[in-house]
């Protein structure tokens, strides 16, 4: 998978923030809670980034059968962008 370049993390929380508003427009908002939860941990350190991923993670393990596609993969983007904050 190739992962989405962005230009700063303000274009990536952008993303993020459309992905939650798309699942309350879908009546996903246990899907927007989560997302939301996990962006809100970012904190300018290793460790709420970790938070961040973890709670991708989890949306992707517990709600990917009624979740599109599209939006798989968009989570999916999100947590390879996440593992290469964590990890550099």
Known sequence: MVM???KSNEEFFREVQ???T???IDG???CSQALLR???SVNGLTDGWALFMDEV???I???SKELSRDDLKRLKDFQERLKKVIFR
């Open 4 to 6: 989405r370049n962005y």
């Open 61 to 63: 393990k517990n709600h």
């Open 57 to 59: 993670t989890l949306l």
């Open 18 to 20: 459309s992905l939650a």
């Open 28 to 30: 996903k908002a246990k």
């Open 38 to 40: 996990g962006l809100s």
């Open 22 to 24: 798309k699942f309350e």
